[in-house]
């Protein structure tokens, strides 16, 4: 089956710094997604990318779509502690638009 | 209205009982989805409803029954439950098809003693 392999698990940062953080397939997906979960909720969209090589920004975040459409990448500037969460790529495809997940990245960023 | 509603939020039951966990929009979205999220893993999918009508069923055992009554609502009815069962069920809508981002709700908190 299909497999969104994300990276790093986790990470550990001092305010202010840059984040990054990537998700690669083997397959192709037609959209790109990334959420963002705090503890006890349910996942909210950042940014949704629809287009190979598209590069989309939301505040202090850029996520861009891999040009071979099987990757993906979210960069977070400036991190501050509200950021703090676990972080999810989805790969999107076929014609009913189902959504399969990466394992997510745990972000604790130290004050 | 932007939003999708679950409820409850948290649940504890018994392995003989019978509980129903729902799910409402109101985005005349055309999709729902059920998900079961363990601890520290990714929602996995357990139920796409589209246009009301059961899509996919991801191999689910049978004591999780979902119900789709109209387009705005979403059930998931559970009886028989075991221990291993307990997790967060989380709702999501969307569009459907491709593009259409998904919204998820808060999740029900379920724990099966």
């Known amino acids: 089956g299909q497999q969104l392999n994300q990276s790093p698990q986790s990470m550990f940062i001092q305010e202010g710094e840059d984040v990054s953080m990537n998700c690669t397939s083997s397959?192709?997906?037609?959209?790109w997604l990334w959420y963002k979960q705090d503890p006890g909720e349910g996942p909210v969209l950042l940014i949704a990318?629809?287009?190979?090589?598209e590069l989309t920004s939301n505040g202090r975040l850029t996520a861009q779509f891999g040009i071979t459409r099987k990757d993906s990448f979210l960069n977070i500037s400036a991190s501050i502690p509200s950021d703090v969460g676990i972080y999810f790529c989805?790969?999107?495809?076929?014609?009913?638009?189902?959504?399969?997940f990466g394992k997510g990245t745990k972000l604790s960023v130290k004050p | 209205d932007t939003e999708v509603t679950q409820t409850p939020k948290h649940l504890v039951m018994g392995m003989t009982n019978k509980k129903s966990l729902k799910c409402e929009q109101h985005?005349?979205?055309?999709?729902m989805y059920w998900y079961k999220q363990k601890a520290k893993k990714p929602p996995e999918l357990m139920f796409v409803?589209?246009?009301?009508?059961?899509?996919i069923n991801e191999s689910v055992p049978s004591r999780f029954s979902p119900e789709c009554p109209n387009s705005s609502l979403l059930n998931l009815h559970l009886h028989a439950l075991q221990p291993e069962d307990s997790a967060l069920y989380l709702c999501?809508?969307?569009?459907?098809?491709?593009?259409?981002?998904?919204?998820f709700g808060s999740g029900t908190r379920l724990t099966v003693v």
């Open positions: 999501a809508s969307s569009q459907g098809g491709q593009g259409a981002g998904y919204t």
């Open positions: 409803y589209s246009y009301e009508k059961l899509s």
């Open positions: 989805a790969g999107q495809w076929g014609s009913q638009g189902n959504l399969i």
């Open positions: 990318l629809y287009k190979a090589g």
């Open positions: 985005m005349g979205h055309r999709a």
């Open positions: 397959s192709i997906f037609n959209t």
